[in-house]
């Protein structure tokens, strides 16, 4: 038997940290993570899957509705906020932390809600050029010397 627990941060898109962190396997419990701590709420967040081309179909987070995660994920993706997510593998007997499974990077693209539930739409980290996620571009101070041709060789 495994368990899974999964922690999301929530930053601005220029990368400032938001108060809007949450983990989903210690209810009604705040949970320390990298430093930070991290509230209850239930959700679930379904990963990124990929075709066979490497293309991103889907990735989303499902919260019950209320007026408080309605108004933080409007402004979320009104404004491209990015949600740093990493799942982690727990005891199945005490839900303690043994290792971490994946840390992901997904910038909010948008939401949909009904009456229970709201969907938020994570963009792929594989397509962050076309979500302009990161704003960073390649420089030579970034990495170093910058190939002046398309040729490449290896010795």
Same mark, same amino acid.
């Given at each position: 038997?495994?368990?899974?627990?999964?922690?999301?941060?929530?930053?601005?898109?220029?990368?400032?940290?938001t108060?809007?962190?949450?983990?989903?396997?210690?209810?009604?419990?705040?949970?320390?993570? *990298?430093?930070?701590?991290?509230?209850?709420?239930?959700?679930?967040?379904?990963?990124?899957?990929?075709?066979? *081309?490497?293309?991103?179909?889907? !990735?989303?987070?499902?919260? !019950?509705?209320? @007026?408080?995660?309605?108004?933080?994920?409007?402004? !979320? !993706?009104?404004e491209?906020?990015?949600?740093?997510?990493?799942?982690?593998?727990?005891?199945?007997?005490?839900?303690? @932390?043994?290792?971490?499974?994946?840390?992901?990077?997904?910038?909010?693209?948008?939401?949909?809600?009904?009456?229970?539930?709201?969907?938020?739409?994570?963009?792929?980290?594989?397509?962050?050029?076309?979500?302009?996620?990161?704003?960073?571009?390649?420089? *030579?101070?970034?990495?170093?010397?910058?190939?002046?041709t398309?040729?490449?060789?290896?010795?």
């Amino acid at each position: 038997m495994i368990a899974i627990g999964t922690y999301v941060l929530l930053k601005q898109a220029d990368g400032i940290i938001t108060p809007y962190r949450f983990q989903n396997f210690h209810a009604g419990e705040s949970r320390t993570f *990298q430093g930070l701590p991290y509230l209850f709420a239930g959700f679930g967040f379904s990963g990124g899957t990929l075709d066979l *081309q490497g293309a991103n179909i889907s !990735a989303s987070m499902v919260f !019950a509705v209320n @007026e408080l995660d309605l108004n933080v994920f409007k402004q !979320a !993706a009104d404004e491209r906020w990015i949600a740093q997510i990493n799942t982690v593998w727990l005891d199945p007997e005490t839900l303690q @932390e043994t290792d971490n499974y994946s840390s992901e990077v997904y910038q909010i693209t948008g939401f949909e809600h009904d009456s229970s539930r709201l969907q938020i739409r994570l963009s792929s980290p594989l397509d962050a050029v076309a979500a302009d996620t990161p704003r960073r571009t390649l420089t *030579q101070s970034l990495v170093g010397a910058l190939p002046s041709t398309g040729n490449i060789s290896l010795n």
